[in-house]
């Protein structure tokens, strides 16, 4: 690719206007070129508030067929993760796609296939794993300090995506989002936690809830509990009930002490060692909340260093499809109250 890397927008919601578009601003490398939005009024917006010069449109596919354009970030409501992010990669253009990838394996396989058919990059958005608290304990649980991991704690939760987006009526309606809290949150932390541990959670039990919300056929609490690859237990659980502040954080119990994430406020990343006995209190970036307008992940660096070579995709479509996985087998777990196994 010769130039910057010509960038456009599919769904010109909340995550694009507080976390994409900005963070796409601050890459040298990139330079936005197109909007598209059904609403076509949001994709306008979107022009006169970060780049007067893109094209707008009110379909991808009149997008698409115009031409000119590298890269798609997409990020509409669920159930069209998966064609739009498959006619994009038709058109030649890399994609970032949001969580969840997709609503169903077979769709994630036929994202990643028409990615490798059309020798593109498809990434998704899973961008947990660039929070600089998160960042770092990867960094500790790959330096093999903590030991084996025995129990793992991961949990997100907050008052409910109607706090978060002004237009987001479609996340409580299953014909557009397809979960609700399970996905929306959950796999969040599925991802999260397989990425920390570097070990695939292979069972899982669950139990899925409408606890508080009204006017939904979409869960909104969630609990589970896992076995992963090595042997170790844990719970993941996500809640859009949860009031005051948000909920958000994933214990790791090692054989050589437990790493807390963003467990204790004001304290981004605790490390408590066994052997030596020592505490490591970590001083990063506050974890900002689902609600705070800059979110400083770079996730735009993030995709077009991918896209560029300079750095490894923080998220393959492969590794999404793994997360998704674990929320699909949540939900079966929680349906006929077995417990399943995941396959590899
Ligand atoms: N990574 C994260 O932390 C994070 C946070 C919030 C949302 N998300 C994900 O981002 C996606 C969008 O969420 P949001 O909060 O921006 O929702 P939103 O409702 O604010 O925005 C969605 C936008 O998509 C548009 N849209 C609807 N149908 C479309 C279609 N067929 N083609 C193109 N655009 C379409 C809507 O008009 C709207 O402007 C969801 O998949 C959600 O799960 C991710």
């Not at 022009?47 to 009110?58: G, I």
């Not at 909340?289 to 735009?300: C, F, I, Q, T």
Request: aromatic fraction near 8%; proline fraction near 4%; hydrophobic fraction near 40%.
């Amino acid at each position: 690719m010769a130039g910057k890397i010509k960038v456009a927008y599919v769904g010109c919601g909340a995550i694009a206007e507080r976390l994409h578009i900005p963070d796409m601003l601050a890459c040298a490398d990139a330079e936005i070129v197109a909007f598209s939005d059904p609403m076509k009024a949001k994709a306008e917006q979107m022009r006169a508030q970060f780049a007067e010069n893109a094209r707008v449109y009110d379909s991808h596919k009149t997008m698409l067929k115009a031409g000119g354009i590298d890269a798609v970030v997409v990020s509409t409501p669920n159930i069209y993760h998966g064609p739009v992010a498959i006619d994009c990669a038709n058109a030649k253009c890399h994609v970032l796609v949001e969580k969840p990838m997709a609503t169903s394996i077979a769709e994630a396989k036929k994202m990643i296939e028409a990615a490798k058919k059309n020798k593109v990059q498809l990434m998704v958005n899973q961008c947990q794993r660039l929070f600089p608290a998160h960042k770092k304990a990867k960094e500790i649980m790959d330096s093999g300090i903590m030991g084996r991991v025995l129990h793992v704690t991961a949990m997100f939760g907050h008052e409910g995506p109607e706090h978060w987006s002004p237009s987001g009526k479609w996340f409580f309606q299953k014909k557009n989002a397809r979960f609700g809290a399970m996905a929306d949150l959950g796999v969040h932390k599925a991802d999260l936690i397989r990425y920390l541990t570097g070990e695939e959670i292979v069972e899982i039990n669950a139990f899925y809830e409408t606890v508080e919300k009204k006017k939904t056929d979409v869960e909104d609490n969630f609990v589970s509990s896992l076995k992963f690859s090595n042997g170790a237990v844990g719970t993941l659980a996500a809640s859009w009930t949860v009031k005051g502040a948000e909920a958000n954080y994933t214990v790791l119990h090692c054989s050589n002490g437990t790493l807390q994430v963003c467990m204790q406020p004001g304290k981004p990343l605790v490390a408590y060692l066994h052997n030596p006995s020592c505490t490591i209190e970590f001083e990063l970036p506050k974890t900002p909340s689902n609600y705070e307008g800059s979110w400083g992940l770079d996730v735009g660096n993030a995709f077009i260093g991918a896209l560029l070579g300079r750095a490894k995709p923080y998220c393959s479509g492969e590794e999404g499809m793994r997360s998704l996985a674990v929320i699909l087998a949540a939900e079966e777990a929680a349906k006929t109250g077995r417990t399943i196994k995941i396959k590899a």
